[in-house]
């Protein structure tokens, strides 16, 4: 069997860290932006670190800490007309502008194949229990920052049903739940989407 890499990469992601809370998020298109294809690949990368991490206090806490500053802006009357872009309050990552020499670089790239997506994920080994949840809270930072407004409401959407698979199922380190957990947000997602327009 080949191991031979994809040639039809969408896109990747660097997540460089300088500090324990400074770091700096890239995103490379294979072709025009699409916010839509990031957004999917992002959920991916949130279920490929949670697998990664196993059922353990890590993964659990970077589920709690998403959840929770998921309700923090929920429970804020102006996220109706205007969410918020800054999550650092919640997720104590700060985001500054690509420097050289990190100390710590998480990189996934993107590929369309038949069925569906495939993620490729590196990173130094050392010190995952601590930055590879930081690596979720920095993308998800990113993606508030830059994403237009329809996209962030989309995002907090699958965000929303993307947890709610994990607080039902209970299980975060199998394969299976990488690939579910994503099918059941972007499918919950679009069809609450999708009733609201009606």
Not at 166 to 171: L, N, P, R, S
Not at 175 to 182: A, C, I, L
């Amino acid at each position: 069997m080949s191991n031979a890499i994809p040639e039809n990469r969408t896109l990747s992601i660097r997540i460089d860290f300088y500090s324990e809370n400074d770091a700096s998020v890239s995103v490379d298109y294979a072709g025009a932006p699409d916010e839509q294809e990031l957004l999917h690949c992002s959920l991916m990368y949130f279920a490929k670190v949670l697998a990664g991490l196993g059922s353990g206090e890590p993964a659990e806490l970077l589920v709690f800490d998403v959840t929770d500053a998921l309700l923090n802006l929920v429970q804020d009357s102006a996220y109706i007309s205007e969410p918020p872009r800054e999550l650092e309050a919640f997720v104590k990552i700060r985001l500054v502008d690509p420097l050289e020499g990190p100390n710590k670089t998480y990189k996934a790239e993107f590929y369309d194949r038949q069925g569906g997506k495939l993620i490729q994920t590196s990173y130094a080994l050392g010190d995952e229990e601590q930055y590879a949840p930081s690596s979720v809270l920095a993308l998800l930072q990113h993606l508030f920052n830059h994403l237009s407004f329809p996209a962030l409401l989309y995002l907090l959407m699958a965000l929303r049903f993307f947890l709610e698979y994990y607080h039902q199922k209970g299980e975060l380190s199998t394969g299976q739940s990488v690939v579910e957990s994503v099918s059941h947000a972007i499918n919950q997602a679009n069809r609450a989407m999708t009733a609201g327009d009606a």
